[in-house]
């Protein structure tokens, strides 16, 4: 372990950083934790929010009719501001590539028509959605717009309207407050981002989308996930919502006693986000620990600044990575830090230290791919301290001063260059405003400044749309069973919890209870085909039938006057071969119609062989049962429940043992 990794171990502990497993309610309260949430969810609408173009048609990477290409730029919102984000992005100098499908985009997609009339099937599914969240709906819908210059919209901005302010939901232990639902357009698509080029798909571009923000009411992360769940499985109960990859997206906004709110865009699952914003709250304090630091080394920071040289590529091929320094004709600049001496392996998240932050924010606004720099504190260096020693001299550094060596194309040297800088001079003031990328780890990496209120604005292209009562009482009358409600049946139905998020997760309670009452079947059997059976053959990936499919098999089942423990085996046959005919299925399974006399006419007879065997002197409790069943199982299958031949069996073993 050399002395950085050792700064940092330290450090970790200083900031206190403990596992999520370990973590207690007492150990968030002690960080000030609080947490809110944005859920995006995809209404299952025919058509687009602002447009009459097919929605759900995805492509591939390579499959379009044409390439449209755009630089964006800042403008001056209503109080003559710009907005920080906009700035940021700006800043970037991206070239923004969309690819488009004739079938799945039109001219409003690319800025070059109004918006048509708002989608009326939109607005009556969100409305079901915001009624079951509890919101006051509002009188009138106003159009705004809300301005992104990260490329994801054509237009630099995307078009949304509030639609219910202050509604609730209960979670195990409290209710969580909804700030406001919102109905918006949907983002392109980002199939790839690499230097000064990003390329976006516009399939999923204006798609309805509804957002459901919360106060920041989460004290613990699994309160957050358990929020973030709820919603979900709410708006999927209403059977208005997409499902599927990328259909549902979180946003979770952290902040910690001293800090500030930060966004982590982009969760993917529900399960990322105990681990996610745990880290985050850690990544905060330490952050907040660097302020302290800094500010007690340097109390006037104003008068801190860097200082930088430029390093002859041709002398430092030596090091692997800097051959294509030399080889591209790029920048290496040598940067000195003062006072920052243990401050670059500061921990802040696991794996992680300060130094990512700087590399991090060269990635996203000088567009340098990582890896982008080195630096005095690597805890797995890449350069010995010999050359550390001869950056030191010819940047005339001090003793308690870190370094950075970073390559770069000239273009890019300046901004690079005051990128460093910038987020060096931000530790003074603890946590920046931004937003970060979610990663699957649990950590997160910087995405771009947080946007401030300046980038919303009216709409002039789309005038207010009243909401009558008739509408709200239209959409109050479809509204489906309580998501509370069918909580509570589930556990009526006994039916186990490891369950319950594939159930609702997919909207089945519906499905469950139809086939239940049309085939007399337990809910409780049902339930468990679908969460366990079928989930545990689908995997990832969706099922190759409906339940269009089931209900015909069991259809089938039932004419055949087949047991219905064959289903279960016809069902993974199916899964395989989904075109497959019921009768030929029954073939591969090698389904042999039999009476019941003939079945339990083999009963003694295996009795007798497993005794024969001297099986019982070796066998555990049940064993001769289940020997005798594994060889009856074929036979019965499909002919008697198998729970009725298993009474029959141990009936006939306890009659022999006491004849015996």
């Not at 997609?109 to 006051?136: G, R």
């Not at 952050?287 to 302290?292: A, F, G, R, S, V």
């Not at 990832?540 to 069991?554: C, E, M, T, W, Y």
Request: include cysteine.
């Amino acid at each position: 372990m050399n002395k950085w990794e050792e700064n940092w171990q330290k450090t970790r502990k200083q900031v206190g950083w403990v596992a999520l497993k370990d973590a207690t309610p007492e150990t968030y309260q002690k960080l000030g934790f609080k947490c809110g949430l944005e859920v995006h969810q995809q209404l299952d609408t025919k058509k687009k929010l602002f447009c009459r173009c097919a929605t759900g048609i995805y492509h591939d990477f390579d499959n379009y009719d044409a390439e449209i290409v755009r630089h964006m730029r800042p403008t001056l919102s209503e109080l003559g501001e710009y907005d920080g984000t906009a700035l940021m992005e700006f800043k970037t100098k991206k070239q923004i590539i969309y690819r488009i499908k004739n079938d799945s985009a039109c001219t409003y997609e690319v800025d070059d028509t109004p918006p048509f009339l708002f989608n009326e099937e939109a607005l009556s599914h969100a409305m079901q959605i915001a009624l079951l969240l509890k919101m006051n709906i509002v009188g009138e819908l106003h159009i705004t717009r809300k301005q992104y210059l990260d490329g994801s919209i054509p237009t630099g901005f995307q078009r949304t309207t509030i639609l219910g302010i202050e509604g609730e939901i209960p979670i195990s232990n409290k209710k969580i407050r909804i700030i406001q639902f919102s109905i918006e357009e949907d983002s392109c698509r980002e199939v790839s981002d690499i230097r000064h080029t990003r390329i976006y798909y516009t399939d999923r571009l204006g798609m309805p989308l509804c957002e459901t923000v919360t106060y920041p009411d989460m004290l613990t992360p699994l309160e957050a996930a358990e929020a973030g769940q709820y919603i979900r499985f709410l708006a999927r109960s209403s059977g208005k919502a997409r499902t599927g990859i990328g259909a549902a997206r979180q946003d979770v906004n952290v902040s910690v006693t001293g800090g500030t709110r930060v966004e982590i865009k982009g969760v993917a699952h529900i399960k990322w986000i105990p681990k996610l914003t745990h880290n985050e709250a850690f990544r905060q304090k330490a952050l907040l620990d660097i302020k302290q630091k800094l500010n007690k080394l340097i109390p006037e920071p104003a008068k801190w600044n860097t200082s930088w040289i430029e390093l002859h590529a041709d002398k430092w091929k030596h090091i692997p990575i800097l051959k294509r320094v030399a080889k591209e004709g790029w920048k290496l600049v040598a940067i000195n830090l003062p006072a920052f001496k243990n401050i670059l392996s500061f921990f802040t998240q696991p794996g992680k230290c300060f130094a990512d932050e700087l590399s991090d924010r060269l990635k996203v606004i000088a567009c340098l791919e990582k890896p982008n720099m080195f630096h005095s504190e690597e805890l797995n260096p890449a350069i010995n301290e010999e050359d550390w020693q001869k950056i030191n001299d010819l940047l005339k550094s001090k003793a308690k001063d870190a370094q950075i060596l970073l390559w770069t194309p000239v273009e890019d040297l300046k901004t690079a260059v005051e990128t460093i800088s910038e987020r060096c001079q931000l530790a003074w003031e603890g946590v920046p405003n931004e937003t970060r990328k979610s990663l699957s780890n649990g950590t997160t990496v910087f995405e771009r400044v947080l946007p401030g209120p300046d980038r919303m604005y009216p709409d002039t292209d789309s005038a207010p749309i009243p909401i009558t009562d008739e509408v709200i009482e239209s959409a109050r009358k479809l509204l489906p069973v309580d998501l509370q409600d069918r909580l509570k049946q589930l556990k009526k139905w006994n039916v186990p919890q490891d369950a319950y998020t594939y159930i609702l997760r997919n909207n089945l309670m519906p499905v469950i209870e139809q086939m239940s009452a049309g085939f007399d079947l337990s809910p409780k059997f049902l339930a468990l085909l679908y969460a366990h059976t079928l989930k545990s053959m689908q995997g990832s990936g969706p099922l190759p039938f409906g339940n269009d499919r089931i209900v015909d098999l069991l259809k089938f089942i039932k004419k055949r006057s087949l047991a219905i423990d064959i289903l279960p085996e016809m069902l993974k046959i199916l899964f395989r071969n989904p075109n497959m005919t019921f009768s030929s299925i029954l073939d591969v399974i090698g389904y042999k119609q039999a009476e019941v006399i003939e079945i339990y006419d083999n009963v003694s007879t295996l009795i007798m062989m497993f005794s024969k065997f001297k099986l019982k002197k070796v066998a555990r409790p049940g064993a001769e049962a289940d020997w005798i069943m594994g060889r009856l199982h074929k036979l019965a299958l499909g002919n008697v429940p198998l729970k009725e031949v298993r009474t029959k069996v141990e009936a006939a073993i306890a009659a022999e043992v006491k004849h015996a």
